[in-house]
């Protein structure tokens, strides 16, 4: 009876053991191996009571080139290194007693050990087509990769499944060049993402024409300041700058200097900024205007300052500044005419006979103000001549006599005194003559001439000296023509009677009738 719980013991364990399935498992599950590295594959065993068996086997007409330790129920196949004969399907056979159990992989292989390759030319022209090329040397498998060409962060183009791809492009020329970058990318499941991507950046060197980038603009500026100016600009070569300088109102062009920043006295024209290298040449130009206030004003006088009555007189004020002045003519201040933002001012004036007279011209604008006079002086001949004798022009001998001429014209009348017998001639500045101690060969007839460039008049008067005690008779103030003859004789008599009446009034005041007022040859009669 005792033999019986132990046969039912046994008969319980080999039940068990049926009942639990052998187990066997690899690991990695999906080994992807990478070409030339030391990799491990195990097979393990679970649920097996005794001492497995386990062996490796690849499919396929391969060798299974690896070292294998097998150590109680667990294998480890080291591959050292992974070389293209491992890729592909491996068995590993388990057999536990009566059992036997097979687990099966895939081995897969690859290889990316470096940066994809730009060739081609990395010198460049802008705007010329250019090819480069990219390939990525001893990558495994090829089929799974992706050549990407990028250009400022865009993709431009692609190729699959190939290891070499090229990109033919026209480059741009700038200041910071253009770069382009060839993305690989190995699309394989389980691969590491740091193992996944690799690129390159083709730094390229791209020689393009000159582009003037900045100029700055001072616009208006004051004359006499010092103007600054300054220009930048890009290309490959490095420019060199050119400054050229061409006048307000036209002329050549003048070089003025060379490099980013010009400066100079201040001037008013077109300044222009050239960049050039061995690819071509741009330019660009600013124009500067001048703030300044009114200079160089002049006035001119046609015929001249000193004219005949009745001419007409041309004024022209002219003037430089920035803006324009404002031209202004005037007269002992009074104002003729102006004329707004002009560079000159012509007035046309019928002027009268007068002494010198003020003109004045006046320039002014924002920024200050310059005026310039001239005098002008309207020549006349002598007219409205008149003669004066006193006490009178009948004496007695002993006596003083003051002879007086007034007489308009411009410049003022020289005055002259002749006595008509002997030719006898005084001069005054003054018109005013002074006969002292007259006696009796002091009397006859006097011409008095008032004459200017422009022309003279004459006035004539009979002086008549008696001795004490005589009877005087009243032929003094006759005035008789300058020239002899019966008229004059005439016009003596008409006035002898006139002359005795008045002789008493102490002086006699000879002025020639309205009629005989001649600008030219005038005699007082």
């Known amino acids: 009876m005792a033999r019986v719980p132990a046969l039912v013991c046994l008969f319980l364990s080999g039940a068990l053991m049926r009942a639990a399935a052998l187990r066997v498992e690899l690991s990695p599950g999906a080994p992807l191996f990478k070409l030339g590295s030391r990799q491990r594959l195990a097979c393990s065993v679970a649920d097996c009571p005794a001492a497995p068996v386990i062996s490796w086997t690849p499919l396929g007409d391969r060798p299974l080139n690896a070292d294998v330790r097998t150590r109680d129920r667990l294998s480890v196949l080291t591959f050292d290194p992974v070389g293209m004969e491992h890729e592909g399907p491996l068995l590993c056979r388990v057999t536990c007693g009566e059992r036997r159990k097979d687990a099966k992989t895939d081995v897969r292989l690859y290889a990316f050990p470096s940066d994809p390759e730009i060739r081609g030319g990395r010198a460049v022209r802008a705007g010329e087509e250019s090819t480069l090329t990219c390939e990525v040397r001893d990558l495994y498998p090829a089929e799974a990769l992706t050549l990407e060409w990028l250009r400022g962060g865009r993709v431009v183009g692609s190729a699959a499944g190939e290891v070499r791809a090229a990109y033919t492009f026209a480059p741009r020329g700038g200041p910071s060049g ?82 980013e920043e010009l400066a100079l006295a201040a001037q008013a024209g077109e300044f222009r900024c050239e960049a050039r290298n061995r690819e071509g040449r741009h330019s660009r130009a600013v124009r500067v205007r001048l703030n300044a206030p009114p200079s160089n004003t002049s006035m001119s006088v046609s015929p001249g300052r000193e004219v005949p009555e009745g ?31 002009a560079p000159s001012l012509t007035v046309s004036l019928s002027v009268r006979p007068q002494g010198p007279a003020r003109y004045r011209c006046d320039a002014t604008n924002a920024f200050g103000t310059e005026h310039v006079t001239r005098n002008v002086t309207v020549e006349a001949p002598p007219r409205n001549t008149t003669v004066t004798v006193a006490p009178s022009a009948t004496v007695r001998a002993g006596e003083n006599v003051t002879v007086s001429c007034r007489s308009a014209g411009f410049p003022p009348p020289e ?71 019966a008229a004059a004789l005439a016009a003596g008599a008409l006035l002898l009677d006139y002359m005795r009446r008045s002789k008493k009034k102490g002086s006699y005041r000879l002025t020639a009738p309205a009629r005989e007022r001649r600008p030219f040859g005038a005699i007082c009669a």
């Open 178 to 259: 253009e770069n382009l970058t060839c993305r690989a990318t190995l699309d394989l499941r389980d691969l590491p993402p740091e193992e996944r991507t690799r690129q390159t950046v083709a730094r390229l060197h791209v020689t393009f024409a000159p582009v003037v980038t900045a100029l700055s603009d001072p616009g208006a500026v004051m004359a006499g300041s010092v103007l600054v100016l300054r220009c930048s600009a890009s290309g490959d070569p490095p420019p060199v700058l050119t400054w050229t300088f061409r006048p307000e109102g036209g002329g050549s062009a003048q070089v003025k200097g060379h490099g």
């Open 311 to 341: 001419r007409r007189v041309t004024f022209t004020c002219r003037s430089h500044g920035a803006p324009p002045p404002v031209l202004v003519l005037s007269r002992e201040g009074e104002e003729l005419r102006r004329s707004d933002s």
């Open 415 to 485: 005055v002259t005194l002749e006595k008509a017998a002997d030719g006898t001639r005084r001069r005054s500045a003054d018109g005013v003559f002074r006969l002292v101690n007259v006696t009796a060969g002091d009397s006859g007839l006097y011409r008095v001439n008032a004459s200017n460039r422009r022309g003279y008049q004459v006035r004539a008067f009979r002086l008549s000296v008696t001795e004490p005690g005589a009877e005087a008779e009243a032929t003094a103030g006759v005035l008789v023509p300058a020239a002899v003859g």
